[in-house]
């Protein structure tokens, strides 16, 4: 119904802003991920979501319209309410978050305060082909961000290497030794294709 609100920004904290649109303020819950994009200019532009329950109509504000699409993807699992994806979202990247859900790492869901371990296997469960196919993601290249493994798989796609097989050979190379450089990936990698 509201797709966002562009004003002058009132109000800011941790968990919500107030946004002034011609004279009218209104109150938007935002996660500490959208509270640290927040430009410190007056006016400001939010992507929102509203949720209408019984006793209330709530606003939700993201800076990037990527975080809402994931707090959209999060309500849709039993047991997830807007407190507990923003809560989701407030303690981890949306990038964390999706490469959580893609790699079933249970744990890193399951270590946000107020999901346990069958609402993460369920978000998990849920979530993870939506995520795989909405975000055209491959478990394989999800990893964490490693800009020497990055730099050397495209050198080794460069060298005429299969993608693929050369993300595997990497992504093993940086599992067993994570601080490993950019020219010994490449090297080691060399040897297993």
Do not use: W
């Not at 004279?23 to 994009?37: K, N, R």
């Not at 532009?45 to 990527?66: C, M, P, R, Y």
């Not at 495209?154 to 060298?159: D, P, Q, R, W």
Request: net charge neutral; proline share 2%; charged share 25%.
């Amino acid at each position: 119904m509201i797709a966002h609100i562009q004003g002058r920004l009132v109000e800011k904290s941790p968990t919500d802003v107030v946004i002034d649109c011609n004279g009218v303020g209104y109150h938007l819950h935002i996660s500490l991920h959208t509270f640290s994009l927040i430009p410190n200019s007056e006016n400001i532009k939010l992507f929102t979501h509203l949720q209408i329950k019984e006793d209330a109509h709530t606003l939700f504000g993201f800076v990037e319209k990527s975080e809402r699409e994931i707090f959209k993807l999060l309500l849709s699992v039993s047991g997830i309410g807007a407190s507990i994806a923003r809560t989701m979202l407030s303690s981890m990247e949306p990038k964390q978050i999706l490469h959580a859900i893609a790699t079933g790492d249970v744990v890193s869901i399951q270590s946000i305060k107020g999901i346990g371990a069958k609402t993460a296997q369920r978000v998990i469960l849920d979530l993870k082909e939506k995520v795989l196919k909405v975000y055209d993601l491959d478990e394989v290249s999800m990893s964490s961000n490693n800009t020497n493994k990055d730099e050397a798989l495209s050198a080794l796609e460069v060298l005429g290497f299969n993608k693929k097989l050369a993300e595997k050979a990497v992504e093993k190379i940086v599992r067993e030794s994570p601080d490993a450089t950019i020219e010994s990936i490449i090297k080691q990698a060399l040897k297993n294709l």
